[in-house]
């Protein structure tokens, strides 16, 4: 059974930056959230989209050939096959809405940024 999700109690119950927790899932999709700082390095997901939603602070999301910058209530979907970083000068809170079988990074291995999938 589904129940409601009180994001600010799911961004307050963790401190970790770059480790996503799933808070939702719906049609094979993850809803995550996850705070950032500092910058995540370049991958790109050959198979899916990401979007990326900021509930607090901004986030920039650096592309090859542009950089967007995004604040809360604003969000990106990045193409599926299209490398990517993001950054954060600031610790920023994001919701992540992906495939449940996406690793955030992607065809990227990278001990220190690839997450397992974690549910809250």
């Known amino acids: 059974m589904h129940e409601k999700v009180d994001l600010s109690a799911a961004f307050a119950s963790f401190t970790e930056h770059w480790r996503p927790k799933v ?17 995540f390095p370049w991958h790109s997901h050959a198979e899916a989209e990401e979007l990326f939603l900021v509930w607090r602070g901004r986030l920039r999301i650096e592309l090859r050939d542009r950089v967007l910058s995004l604040g809360p209530g604003e969000l990106f979907v990045v193409p599926r096959g299209v490398e990517h970083r993001t950054a954060a000068d600031e610790e920023t809170e994001v919701l992540i809405f992906e495939p449940s079988e996406v690793v ?5 291995q990278d001990e220190t940024y690839t997450a397992p999938r974690a549910k809250l």
């Open 104 to 108: 955030n990074t992607g065809d990227l």
């Open 23 to 39: 808070v939702a899932e719906l049609n094979g999709q993850d809803v995550r959230v996850v705070k950032v700082q500092g910058v």
